[in-house]
Structure formats: structure tokens, C-alpha cells
């Protein structure tokens, strides 16, 4: 039994904003970014956080797998619980079993590079840990990062069995460099002078960061094939150079398709350099900010098992893509649109009613009829089909595929992206839901279609400043060629 | 062996508030409105009414909870009132309530009363409520119109017709209900519309557009009712019975098993079987002189059809197309407009129904009678094609 990382997996939401749509609505005020203005960045769905990014990519690293989870751990500068613990939602989400520890990862940019250091250290330990990353980072209209950030989601798995890559040698530096930072009361990041960061920043504290790795790991920096260091474009070349590494063996930082997702990226960037690695690959992981974090990793041969179909190759290909800013601006909360007195409606979530419900909620557990052997949610006391009491065990239907029986596009409901969309969803052995639909276009959805279920939130409930989850039905994700 | 309700009761006295828009009224002026007329239409003292049902849906933007609604406005001698509620369904429930009070024998007189005030709540459509503090967690905040519109794409899939087809004859159903509500004095909507305006009306919930809906209405309806012996006595020669009023609630199959295919509604079918047999109607399409069924959007018409057996399934576009249920046809169906154009005060629909059905019966209605209809139907369907509360109720003449 080696220890390392055991599966790998990446989310990025289908929702992409042509950054050139950002450069026409505020150029005007601020004609520097145009020059920012290519490709588009990955943007979550207005039921879309932290939280639910992290279940989705969690469940993309574990599709196909047995294996149990002792240690879930959760790392976000944007977590949408300070104080709820965020990890067990996800845990819940993910059904695992009530004593596996729940971790929440905060406060830095670094938070899951910083885990993954403390792991690769801890290396026979017997647990096993799903660290999970996520980022949903808001930024003000007219800012550099409203240009470069993106929102994803990233997952390792890490344990004791047959890793696809071992752990050889990690490094973690803290330098009190404040780059960039969001004050706890503020709601957008503060960003500091772009070549101060990059000269005193990137090309000091990051370099000795590796180095140090490096030399934990034993090796010389010209055997690593692959260095996942997101940056922008001109530090990746200068980081090269003062590396005197090739940039080409820089990994993509998916800059043109999603933009920098925080807190996820790093790992969300490894994920992707995964899908592709061969056997035998060393690969250097770069955290960054207000110090560095790097470990390096080894691929070994049981990586090709677990490869195409995992990391966020299959849901950038699944894109939305749209230009209208002022639709950005509101699936952000930073445009108050008049969306009427249905958008007044209180959704209060009776706390103790979900509780007792909870597995169904967060779970979609439905109840198996021991009797007749039929699925139904939510489970009751007497099964629906055949009459018998007290029957129903607990199962989950969150991995069915669905197919629509009959749906709707309803313009007069509220939701903040219209149409609200919802159907009747069947599954098999008897299953039948009404679901609210997510990530499809008016026009899209059609009697008979196949749906996969994802973890979103249901409703905000503004007053109170809570948020509700629950499944809904999503396109399902097309292979990789 | 219990025989139900048939030939038991005379409904003796009727009124119907004006429907709309009625900035002018609040539940208390409705409830007065619709009650003037049936106290006189009956010809009793209002003190000889013993018991009596108010049926309201939304209590705390409406009129209030419990008996007292009813029992203050008409400042009743401290009778039995029995608020009920079973959504869209509530009016006939009222009715019910009062109809088995006589059969039963508990009382001579007894008053059922519909009411619904909702243009206070500052909603065009109906207003948003909790579904439960569990079903707020899961279920989609569906309107309406968006519930039903799912009947339309699990029909139009079902038979293999093309939406446009489909919307055509939902249509149809919208210009012939607005034709005959031009007739009617008390109607919500009175201006008449073609199958293109239908067609290309804003959407709502697709595919049903804004003439696809019904009016959202306020409004009251009410009825006395008393045993056919009391009316004998009482020399009434030609009297209108209550012939079957069944009920019939989802009990889950709907919404939580794949044994329901989301065409047609499951619980009209049971209602609409139960009623035809208190009713002693074994062949509806030829039995039937008239119907006012729960119109509350095109769709929801065109399936009944099929759900009470007038139209053999799948027929009901065909039927629509041939007019069988336009005001000259062979089951003329919503003859005072219907949901669509009277409109819709929930609490009230269901005995509005019974209203015309009482007029038509009676050769009272004016610019719009039929000739000498014998047998009338009226439909309800309260809550979502998928969880629902359905009644089917029938009306018919007995001479003294």
C-alpha cells in the first residue's frame, strides 16, 4: 500500500461570459482592461457557490470508485457559511456516513495547496482524505479581476491503496507579501500593484518555494515535465526564464476558457494536466499568495484507469456562453433587477422540518419499497404502488439518470435567470419527481430527454440570509473524444 | 346499502356575484351581493336557513378563517357555518357539505357559500403561498400556469401531435369560451377574441400563452338547498336536483410513480366514474345537455373532455375542431364563459358552475339558454394536474 493521490476530479459551470462583453459595457469608464478582452471566463449559476461547485467536483472525482472517505477537508476564500459548517453540507450531499471529520479550509488563496503540503508530509498516514477547493470570488464592475477571475472547483483524493501519483517532496514558504486581499467585512478583493507582485512576488518567494520542494524531493528542477503554476500569462514566462525551465512545460492555466478560480486553481489546473499525463510524469504544484506552497508529484501507472472521463476537460466542453453583461451583473447580485412581487416571496426554511428531513434534502434520499420494490421520493410511511407500511428503506437518487415526462418554460415565476424551469422527471424502478431544472437554455429541454442530478441551491432567503439546497436535473455531460 | 344523494335535494335558490375585477367590493360585499339574489330567487326568510358552508381558498388574503366570514356578513342567527377548503375544488365542497346535511336529515334549509377575494393581494396571477414547511424544501415554486402547461407537452407527446396543432385547438377553446362570455351580463371578460389573437399572445408558461388563461377574478356564489319533499311542500313544480357530486383526491400516484404519464388527470376519471353512477349516466357524450368544467387554462379543457368520456381519448382535438362543445354543438361546454371569461374566483367556481347549470335547467339564462337542457355537468380541479382534488358534480330536473 503506497500512499498518495488515489483520484482526482474538476467543475467548471457551464455559464461563460465573452470577456470582450465586459470590455464594451465598462470600457468606456475604464479603456485599459480591453486589453484583457479575450476569451471568456467560466461564470456559477445563480444556485451555484461554493458549496455545490466543490459536490460537483467531489463527485467527478469519485465517479466509479468504492473507496471509503475518512477526512473530508473544504478550502474557499468564499465559503457561503462563516459559521455553518460548509464541509458537511458537502458531505452530506455526497452521502457519506456521519463520522467521516469535515474540515473547512479558509483565509487564504492557498488553503488547498497548503493541505495538500500538510498531506504529502503525513505520507503513511492511513486515512483517507477528499480535499476539495472551491471559488466563487465576486469582483467590482470595471476590475482587473472581473476580467481574470473565473469560478470552479476542484477535488483530490488522497490515501493509502494504489495511487495514480505519489507525493515526493513538498516546500511551504510564508512571506507576508500582501499581493492582493479581501477584508472580512469587504465583499471584493484589493489588488496591489501588478510588477511589485511579480518581481518581489512571483519571482522571489515562488522559486525558492520550489527549489526547497526540489530539493525535499531529491531531484533537479530540469527532470519535472509538467509545472502547474497559474499565473499570468507574462509571470509564467518570466517564472520560466528565472527557472531556466521551458515555458511550454508550463501547464495550460485555463485562462482562455475559465479564468483563475482562487482558491480552486491550483489543484483545478492539476486536475486537467492529470486527464492528459503519462506514467512516470513529475509535476510541480504551486500554491500562491502571501508565501508559496509547492509539492511534487509523481504519476505511476494505474493513472491511465482513471483517465478520460475525470477532471474539467468534460464540463468546459458543456458551455453556455453568453455576452450580455447586465445578466452577469445580476446572476451576481450586483444589479437589482425589478424581477416583481413574486421575487417578495419569504422562503423561511423551517430549520427542525429539514432536519428531520435532511438525508432527503440533501441526500435526495427516496424510499426502496422492500415489498414491491419500488423507488419513490420522498419516501413514506405506506409505499405508494403497492399499499404496504412501513417498508421503505433509504436510497438515494441523486446518481440516476432521469428522463423527462413533461416540462414547462415559465415566464411568470420568479427565479433570477428565466424561464423557470420544471417537469416531471422519471427514473427507473418506478421513480417519479417534479424538479426544478438547471443549466438549460429556453428551447432545450424536450419530453424524453435524458437529465443527470445535480447539488444547487434551491432558494435564498434574503431576509435571513440563509440558503437552501436541493437536486435538480442538468444536461448530461458529453464524453470526451 | 347507501343509494347517495341522487334525486335527494332541490337546490331552490341561487345567486352569483358580477365577477372582475371588483375594486369596488371586498369579500363582505360579495357575499352579500350573491346572497340578496338567492334569498329571493328561494322565496324563504332568511331565518329558515339552518346550516350553512362557506367555502374559501385563500383565508389569510381573503376574507379570514373559520365560519366567521360568512356568519358576519350576513349577520346569520348563530348557525352552524362550516368553513372548507379543498382548493380550486372548494366551491363544490361547500355545496356538498350543505347537499349531505339534508340528505342526511340533520337539517330542512341549508346555505352553501363561495367567496374569494383576490384582487387585494396585488398579484396579476394567483398569489404565491408555502407549499408546507417540507415541500418548500424540495418542490419547484410552480405557478399555475406552469403546472398545467406540463399537461400539454406530456399530451402533445402522448398522441404525437405537433404543438402547433395542439395550440390551435387549445385556441379554439379560448375564442368560444370569450364568445360566450360576450353574452353574459356578469362575466369578468366580455370581449369577444380570434384564434390569432389566441395564437400569438404573450407566453406565459410555455406553450400556454396569455389567452390560454383564465381570468383572475373576485366574486360569490351561493345556493339553498333543501330536500325534494320540503320543496314539494314548499309548491315548487319544476325544481333542479342534485343528481351526483363525487370527489376525488391524488393520493400520491401522480407525482411519485411512473404509472401516470402526465396527459390527462388521473382523479377526474375516478370522480367522473363515481358520479356517473350515483347519477344513473351510463353514455355521457349522449346523456349529457351541458357542462361547466374547470377551464382554468385551454389545455386543462381539452383533456377533460377525454377524462369525463365525452371525447374517446385522443379525440378530444378533433371533437374541439368539429365545435361539439361550442354553444351550438352536441355538448355545449362553458356556456357562460367558463373560467376563462366569468372568471375565476376560487372559493366560488364551483357553485358559479352550478349557477348556470340552475338557469340553463330552469330556461333563466337569458341571451344565452339552450334549448331545454336536461342534464348538467360542472368540473373541478383543485391544486396541479399532479397533486389535485377533483369533483364531478350532476344537475338535473324533476317535476313535482
Known amino acids: 500500500m503506497n500512499y498518495g493521490i488515489l483520484s482526482f476530479g474538476g467543475y467548471v459551470p457551464t455559464l461563460r461570459l465573452a470577456r470582450e462583453a465586459i470590455a464594451e459595457a465598462v470600457g468606456w469608464a475604464v479603456p485599459s482592461i480591453k486589453g484583457l478582452a479575450k476569451g471568456e471566463r467560466a461564470v456559477a449559476n445563480w444556485d451555484e457557490d461554493s458549496i455545490t461547485m466543490a459536490v460537483e467536483a467531489a463527485r467527478d472525482c469519485l465517479q466509479g470508485l468504492t473507496c471509503q472517505v475518512d477526512h473530508l477537508q473544504l478550502a474557499s476564500t468564499t465559503l457561503p457559511f462563516s459559521d455553518r459548517s460548509n464541509s458537511g453540507v ?80 513538498t516546500a511551504s514558504v510564508h512571506q507576508d507579501l500582501v499581493d492582493q486581499y479581501r477584508a472580512a467585512d469587504s465583499d471584493f478583493d484589493y489588488a496591489l500593484e501588478e510588477r511589485w507582485v511579480r518581481e518581489e512576488g512571483y519571482l522571489k518567494i515562488v522559486p525558492a518555494a520550489i527549489r526547497k520542494a526540489a530539493q525535499a524531493a531529491g531531484i533537479d528542477l530540469g527532470e519535472i515535465h509538467r509545472f502547474v503554476l497559474p499565473a ?22 485555463l485562462t482562455a476558457v475559465c479564468g483563475d478560480t482562487g482558491a480552486a486553481h491550483p489543484l483545478l489546473v492539476l486536475a486537467h494536466a492529470l486527464a492528459t499525463a503519462v506514467p512516470g510524469e513529475k509535476i510541480l504544484v504551486v500554491g500562491f499568495g502571501q508565501g508559496a506552497d509547492a509539492v511534487i508529484l509523481e504519476t505511476t501507472a494505474r493513472l491511465a484507469a482513471l483517465q478520460p ?11 453556455r456562453p453568453f455576452k450580455n453583461y447586465t445578466m452577469f451583473l445580476s446572476l451576481r447580485n450586483q444589479l437589482d433587477i425589478d424581477f416583481g412581487l413574486r421575487a417578495e416571496r419569504d422562503n423561511r426554511t423551517s430549520q427542525s422540518a429539514f432536519y428531520r428531513r435532511r438525508r432527503d434534502i440533501t441526500g435526495m434520499a ?79 429541454v424536450g419530453v424524453g430527454l435524458p437529465v443527470r442530478m445535480v447539488f444547487r441551491i434551491k432558494d435564498f432567503d434574503t431576509r435571513r440570509h440563509f440558503r437552501r439546497y436541493f437536486w435538480k436535473p442538468a444536461p448530461l455531460l458529453s464524453e470526451t473524444p | 346499502m347507501a343509494k347517495g344523494i341522487r334525486d335527494k335535494v332541490a337546490i331552490i335558490g341561487m345567486g352569483c356575484s358580477r365577477f372582475g375585477e371588483r375594486w369596488d367590493c371586498g369579500p363582505e360585499e360579495l357575499i352579500v351581493e350573491a346572497f340578496k339574489e338567492a334569498l329571493t330567487d328561494s322565496g324563504i326568510d332568511r331565518n329558515e336557513i339552518e346550516m350553512a358552508w362557506l367555502g374559501l381558498f385563500y383565508q389569510e388574503q381573503s376574507a379570514g378563517k373559520s365560519a366567521l366570514p360568512l356568519s358576519l356578513a350576513l349577520r346569520l342567527p348563530n348557525i352552524p357555518v362550516t368553513r372548507v377548503e379543498n382548493m380550486c ?35 396579476a396571477g394567483l398569489p404565491e403561498r408555502t407549499k408546507g414547511s417540507f415541500d418548500d424544501l424540495w418542490l419547484p415554486n410552480a405557478t399555475a400556469p406552469g403546472a398545467f402547461a406540463q399537461l400539454a407537452s406530456a399530451y402533445a407527446a402522448k398522441h404525437k401531435i405537433p404543438m402547433d396543432e395542439l395550440k390551435r385547438a387549445m385556441a379554439h377553446i379560448s375564442v368560444k369560451s370569450h364568445t360566450n362570455g360576450a353574452l353574459n351580463p356578469k362575466a369578468h371578460l366580455r370581449k369577444r377574441i380570434t384564434e390569432e389573437e389566441a395564437l400569438q399572445a404573450a407566453m406565459v408558461a410555455y406553450p400556454l400563452g396569455l389567452m390560454d388563461c383564465c381570468g383572475v377574478s373576485d366574486g360569490a356564489a351561493c345556493a339553498i338547498v333543501t330536500s325534494v319533499e320540503k320543496a314539494r311542500e314548499m309548491g315548487i ?26 396527459s390527462y388527470l388521473l382523479t377526474t376519471r375516478v370522480a367522473a366514474k363515481r358520479a356517473y353512477a350515483e347519477a344513473g349516466i351510463t353514455k355521457p357524450r349522449e346523456e349529457i345537455s351541458m357542462m361547466e368544467v374547470h377551464d382554468c387554462f385551454s389545455i386543462t379543457e381539452l383533456v377533460v373532455m377525454e377524462d369525463l368520456g365525452i371525447s374517446p381519448e385522443g379525440g378530444a382535438i378533433q371533437d374541439i375542431r368539429d365545435g361539439v362543445f361550442d354553444r351550438d354543438g352536441k355538448v355545449p361546454c362553458q356556456i357562460d364563459g367558463g373560467l376563462k371569461c366569468f372568471g375565476h374566483p376560487i372559493g366560488a367556481s364551483g357553485l358559479r358552475m352550478a349557477y348556470e347549470m340552475y338557469l340553463q335547467l330552469l330556461g333563466r339564462a337569458g341571451d344565452r339558454q339552450l334549448k331545454n337542457p336536461t342534464i348538467g355537468l360542472t368540473h373541478n380541479l383543485g391544486g396541479h394536474p399532479f397533486r389535485n382534488v377533483a369533483s364531478v358534480s350532476v ?3 324533476r317535476s313535482a
Open chain 2, 237 to 262: 313544480k319544476d325544481m333542479v336536483v342534485v343528481k351526483a357530486i363525487q370527489l376525488a383526491p391524488s393520493n400520491g400516484v401522480e407525482m411519485s410513480s411512473t404509472d401516470w404519464d402526465g
Open chain 1, 366 to 444: 427516496g424510499g426502496r419499497c422492500s415489498s414491491c420494490g419500488t423507488l419513490q421520493f420522498p419516501s413514506s410511511l405506506v409505499c405508494v404502488k403497492c399499499g404496504a407500511t412501513d417498508t421503505q428503506e433509504a436510497e438515494s437518487l441523486s446518481g440516476l439518470i432521469g428522463r423527462v415526462k413533461s416540462y414547462t418554460e415559465d415566464w411568470l415565476a420568479y427565479t433570477p435567470l428565466p424561464p423557470y424551469i420544471y417537469g416531471h422527471v422519471e427514473y427507473q424502478d418506478g421513480a417519479n419527481i417534479m424538479l426544478e431544472f438547471t443549466d438549460f437554455a429556453p428551447g432545450q
Open chain 1, 90 to 169: 458537502v458531505a452530506d450531499a455526497l452521502l457519506l456516513p456521519e463520522d467521516v471529520a469535515t474540515e473547512d479550509l479558509a483565509g487564504t488563496r492557498r488553503a488547498a495547496t497548503s493541505a495538500l503540503v500538510r498531506l504529502g508530509r503525513n505520507a503513511n498516514a492511513a486515512q483517507t482524505t477528499l480535499l476539495l477547493a472551491s471559488d466563487c470570488r465576486e469582483t467590482k464592475p470595471g476590475s482587473t479581476q472581473e476580467m481574470q477571475y473565473g469560478h470552479g472547483a476542484a477535488a483530490v483524493l488522497l490515501g493509502p491503496g494504489d495511487p495514480i501519483a505519489v507525493i515526493r517532496g
Open chain 1, 232 to 253: 499570468p500569462a507574462g509571470v509564467a514566462k518570466a517564472l520560466a526564464k528565472e527557472l531556466k525551465v521551458g515555458a511550454e512545460l508550463f501547464a495550460d492555466p
Open chain 2, 395 to 397: 344537475f338535473g330536473l
Open chain 1, 309 to 319: 472521463q475525470r477532471g474539467p476537460a468534460r464540463y468546459l466542453q458543456q458551455r
Open chain 2, 89 to 123: 375544488a372548494t366551491g363544490t365542497e361547500a355545496l356538498r357539505g350543505a347537499v349531505y346535511a339534508v340528505a342526511a336529515g340533520a337539517c330542512d334549509v341549508a346555505l352553501a357559500m363561495g367567496v374569494e377575494k383576490l384582487k387585494d393581494t396585488g398579484y
